[in-house]
């Protein structure tokens, strides 16, 4: 199984998850609601904000969750190696903490959903679904510190390299600046950072190398000082947490020409206070910079006590130069050969960790043998069919080559022509020949066509000879028209007349309406105000026709005395008459308004007091229509930045 923590999503910020997750909600919603629907329809739209945001929340935490690696559930190295690096309380305090905070956010989410089904106003539904949402975006906002620290260790995680617990694998380790870095990359492709001064490295570094056709995955360590484990800072841990964890072979550096400031004795007080680690694995002790100084030119009690700890912990060693590249190859073979000794005893299921996958990726890999093809006939000439070679007649390139060329050749499109006598392929085609041309040949019946064409034609020209009888029977039908057109018009005229005189006739009389009204105890004075009001109606219309038609009668003849008398008559009735109606009229309103008690009028009063600093100011109540939209798209989109213009 191996481990890629690239493929942790980003964590957003606090702020930057309630900012997406609203405006999704916003988004991905209905946006619509009036007072007006039906309240399970407003109770229903306001249940949906609450659940969608909930299910985004859930969603983007539960990514979050997933994508982190459980200390429990991964390989043991690197749970020690994410101990070592962010501490693993602070760790998993802040993944439990997202996860708490997913629980709280559900159940806001149920609660609120709960009161929405009581919901009995459009308000009140909108209010608790403000409640709901403004609920989870606090909770969430409390996850700020938790979210941020997982973004940092995202961003770590994601730049560690991608280390394989469970592949062949070369641990190099030692104190600093020995060479390790220059080892591994004389034998791998990392190209490491290599300096002349101590920690250069300070994380693990991997690099692969192929031996014996299987892929080897080299580590480099940072260095590692001489003292106890509880001084060792993160650094150094990262060391000892692969020398711990890994089963790899062990590659113990150790300077004997001291350049890199620390004694022998240093080393090798090192060498054994990790031994503990190194128990069980297989192990090569690698002396460095034999270019400078080799272990025969070394002095006699150093070599001793090199020689010392070699036979008494029983280790491998070798000699390498990485300047001069003198045992590099050798270094590798034998650490190579010592690990696959080593792992030859081991149970599959030590080597892959129980993953089935690997178990049976390491059980083919024993019995496959990797063969290498030996060909025979290295020279292999092109092989061209004899009837091609045959043929040998000029391409159609060789033929444009010889025509000038392309660009000034053009294709022969009378090549493939396919004609009774092949020399007449490229004579030139006359327009007319024989007095045809190509489009007789297209319908050889047109002459006999047309022929039938004009017979049609005229057939018709003799169908319209005029008939003196037609016109007869034409001049018939119009009369006819005529007498039924100008019955109709009498018949109305007829029933205007009657229905004229019907009106009439039903019309009552004054008198006649009064003595019925008295008899049934009803007062008469408003039929007798209604009769002066019309009469007085009627004299006004008289004399306004009697005005129009003595102005329309005297025309240019009429003398300017008699004129301003008649106007003086008018105006006098037209002022008297006004004046009469002035006396008689009423308002409309006044006969239609009710009378209030005085509780009513109280209540009225009050009601347009309440009512008057919102008139006043202009304000929307409650009744009133409102559909809010928070970001109109019309003002949202588009390149120019808002409050620049009013519109787009
Ligand atoms: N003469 C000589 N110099 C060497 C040899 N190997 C490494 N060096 C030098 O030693 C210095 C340290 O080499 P590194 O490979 O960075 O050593 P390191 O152990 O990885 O050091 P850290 O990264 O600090 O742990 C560099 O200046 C190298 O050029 C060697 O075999 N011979």
Redesign the pocket.
């Known amino acids: 199984m191996s481990y890629n923590f690239k493929t942790i999503r980003p964590v957003m910020p606090a702020k930057d998850m309630i900012n997406v997750i609203l405006s999704k909600t916003q988004r991905k919603t209905p946006t619509v609601v009036h007072p007006g629907y039906d309240i399970s329809r407003i109770r229903g739209f306001y249940m949906r904000k609450v659940k969608f945001t909930q299910e985004t929340i859930h969603e983007k935490i539960d990514a979050i969750l997933q994508d982190f690696p459980k200390l429990d559930d991964i390989h043991p190295f690197y749970a020690d190696l994410i101990n070592v690096l962010y501490d693993k309380d602070h760790y998993k305090l802040a993944l439990g903490h997202v996860h708490a905070c997913r629980n709280v956010i559900d159940n806001i989410a149920k609660d609120y959903c709960r009161l929405l089904k009581y919901g009995d106003s459009l308000y009140r539904c909108k209010m608790l679904k403000r409640a709901a949402l403004g609920r989870m975006c606090t909770t969430l906002k409390k996850l700020t510190s938790s979210l941020n620290y997982l973004d940092e260790v995202r961003k770590h995680l994601s730049r560690m390299p991608a280390i394989n617990p469970f592949e062949r694998t070369l641990l190099v380790t030692?104190?600093?600046?020995?060479?390790?870095?220059?080892?591994v990359?004389n034998i791998t492709n990392a190209n490491?950072?290599?300096?002349?001064?101590?920690?250069?490295?300070q994380n693990l570094y991997v690099g692969h190398s192929d031996y014996n056709f299987v892929r080897w995955q080299v580590i480099?360590t940072?260095?590692v000082l001489d003292h106890s484990l509880s001084e060792r800072n993160p650094i150094e841990m990262q060391a000892i947490t692969a020398l711990a964890h890994l089963k790899a072979c062990i590659m113990f550096?150790l300077d004997i020409?001291e350049?890199?400031s620390y004694s022998i004795d240093q080393q090798i007080a090192l060498f054994k206070d990790l031994k503990p680690l190194f128990k069980n694995k297989p192990l090569l002790l690698v002396m460095?910079?034999?270019?400078?100084k080799k272990f025969e030119q070394l002095d006699p009690i150093d070599q001793q006590k090199l020689q010392d700890v070699i036979q008494s912990e029983n280790v491998f060693y070798s000699q390498?130069?990485?300047?001069?590249g003198e045992g590099i190859a050798l270094v590798k073979e034998k650490a190579c050969n010592l690990l696959n000794e080593w792992r030859q005893n081991l149970k599959p299921e030590q080597l892959t960790g129980g993953n089935p996958n690997l178990l049976r990726e390491e059980s083919i890999l024993q019995g496959v043998y990797i063969a290498q093809p030996k060909r025979v006939n290295q020279n292999r000439m092109p092989v061209i069919p004899q009837v091609v070679g045959k043929l040998n007649r000029p391409t159609l390139k060789d033929v444009q080559e010889q025509n000038g060329g392309a660009g000034v050749f053009s294709f022969p499109l009378q090549e493939h022509f396919l004609l009774d006598n092949p020399d007449w392929k490229y004579d030139a085609v006359p327009e007319i020949m024989d007095g045809k041309n190509i489009g007789d040949f297209v319908d050889a019946d047109i002459l006999q066509r047309l022929e039938e064409l004009e017979k049609e034609e005229e057939m018709m020209d003799q169908a319209e000879v005029e008939d003196p009888e037609e016109d007869a029977r034409e001049e018939m039908l119009l009369n006819t028209r005529d007498q039924v057109n100008k019955k109709r018009e009498m018949i109305k005229e007829e029933h205007h007349m009657k229905m004229k005189q019907q009106v009439k006739l039903h019309r009552p009389n004054l008198e006649d309406a009064k003595e019925d009204f008295a008899k049934k105890g009803i007062d008469t004075t408003f039929l007798e105000q209604r009769a002066q009001k019309f009469a007085a109606k009627k004299v006004i219309q008289k004399q306004k026709r009697q005005q129009h038609s003595s102005d329309d009668s005297d025309d240019n003849d009429m003398d300017i005395e008699g004129n301003e008398r008649n106007q003086r008559k008018g105006r006098d009735a037209l002022s008297r008459s006004r004046s009469r109606l002035r006396e008689i009229s009423r308002s409309r309103s006044r006969g239609n308004k009710k009378v209030l008690t005085a509780q009513e009028q109280a209540m009225e009063r009050m009601s347009k007091k309440i009512q008057r600093r919102r008139r006043n100011e202009a304000k929307a109540g409650d009744g009133d229509t409102k559909i809010d939209c928070k970001m109109p798209k019309h003002l949202f989109t588009g390149k120019s930045g808002i409050g620049k213009q009013s519109r787009r």
């Open positions: 030692g104190f600093p600046n020995v060479g390790k870095s220059s080892f990359n490491l950072d290599v300096q002349p001064y101590p920690f250069t490295t480099d940072p260095g550096f020409s350049t890199c460095t910079k034999i270019d400078i390498l130069s990485n300047k001069s």
